[in-house]
């Protein structure tokens, strides 16, 4: 028998946020981690004492050669939504566990309710939906506005772990959905429910059934002011999969952007648009963040922007206001302010054209899309220009680049799959910077001209002639 040296563990009293998991040396009335107030509390730890001896013993299982082990109970399930799919690498695996965050109102619960009739009406197995918030007759009512009503989606109105356990064991579900997972607490743990020890012992209990049973499990859940998932941050490492769902109250738009993956790519989003119905997929969400115009108008510019894998053409829209005393306005929706208080900087100092200092700046992106990347620099600095110079875009030209304090068109990533999206939806001219054409980037659509520019001089010239022969035709 082999032994092994370990630690006997003695009590010893302790102050720990309730909100983040942060161990302040004393009681505070604030946290110092994350700021909130009258979250400290007092816990008890335990302290490792060396001493004791622990015991091997066999495991449950033994190990065995990972050639003689099927990976057939890992495959992916539909869903039976699409872009949900997309983003989890083709489904739900069963057993594992995915964390579902956002912020209140933005349409999880309306998602994952259609999910789960979906999983009942095609994976053959139960879908199980338990709810901390709502009661069962809530969930119903939206359930019948959905069309989401199956004799195999099972609800349910718990808070209590126990009793959803008990529920399981029931329904014996091969989907498990749980909205929230802070609204549930574990008997005999510390914690009020949504606390930092309570969250963590629910959903340790939660994966640790879902891999025995083999039960597909989505954890809902809150997020913080900054748009962080609440909660300890041991939450995220131990579930399989962390999405977020995004979308602005004033737009139809939502995603579902991957942050962590075991099954898939951790960098893929998903498109839905949001409407009295429900909610539905998007397979080709790029019409959304386009204005048809009959005629050229001054100030706007059209880049394609990278979400995940996917290239989304997006236009870029810019106002220039009048002369104003004092500081003048720098507003944006949909952009990064620094990038944009940048590019007028670069504009202004390196093209001598646009005087801009005393003058407001409008600037904002069609369909409630936010383009956070910097490959969007070039079309915002165009967009600018033309309202700046009162000088209309050609319709069917496209900028994509980084622009530089120098004024230099930096490269970006993805610039084939970028094109190649312009080109589907019949744009025609390019702007990239250099390095990025014909003969540097493979797989180049041979309907568009590529233009490489190298500095943002030479991208309002290219532009200007775009424009001029567009309008000549």
Known sequence: MTTSRSAAKVPKAAYVCDACGHQPPKWL?????????????????????????????????????????????????ATGVGELDRVLGGGLVPGAVVLLAGEPGVGKSTLLLD?????????????????????????????????????????????????VIGHLDAVKPGLLVLDSVQTVSAPGTEGVPGGV??????????????????????????????????????????????????????????????VKNRFGAADEVGCFEMHEGGITSLPDPSGLFLTRYQEPVPGTCVTVAM?????LVTEVQALIGAEVQGSPRRTVSGLDHARLAMVLAVLERRTKQLKLYNREVFAATVGGIRLIEPSADLAMALAVASGGLDLAMAPTLVAIGEVGLTGEIRRVGAVG??????????????????????????GMPKSMQVIEVNNLQSALQSAARASAEHGNR
């Open 115 to 163: 999910v789960a009739q979906q999983w009942a009406a095609g994976a053959g197995t139960p879908s199980l939906v338990v709810s901390g918030e709502e009661s069962v007759s809530q969930v119903r009512l939206r359930a019948e506005r959905l069309g989401a009503l199956h004799e195999r989606l099972y609800l349910a109105s718990e808070n209590d772990l126990g009793t």
């Open 29 to 77: 009335g604030r946290c110092p981690e994350c700021g909130e107030w009258g979250s400290i509390i007092e816990s008890t730890v335990t302290v490792p004492v060396s001493g004791r001896v622990v015991s091997s013993r066999m495991p449950s299982e033994p190990a065995r050669p990972i050639a003689q082990i099927s990976a057939a109970p890992a495959r992916a399930v």
């Open 417 to 442: 799959r970028r094109l190649a999206e312009a080109a589907r939806l019949g744009f025609t001219v390019a702007l990239v910077p250099p390095g990025c054409g014909p003969d540097g980037t493979a």
């Open 197 to 258: 020890t309570q969250v963590r012992a629910v959903t340790a209990a939660l994966v640790a059934i879902a891999k025995e049973r083999g039960i597909a499990t989505v954890l809902v859940g809150h997020v913080t002011k900054d748009g962080q998932v609440a909660g300890p941050r041991v939450l995220e490492h131990l579930v399989d999969v962390v999405l977020h769902f995004e979308g602005d109250k004033h737009s139809s738009l939502r995603l579902v952007r991957g």
């Open 307 to 311: 979400e995940g894998r996917r290239a």
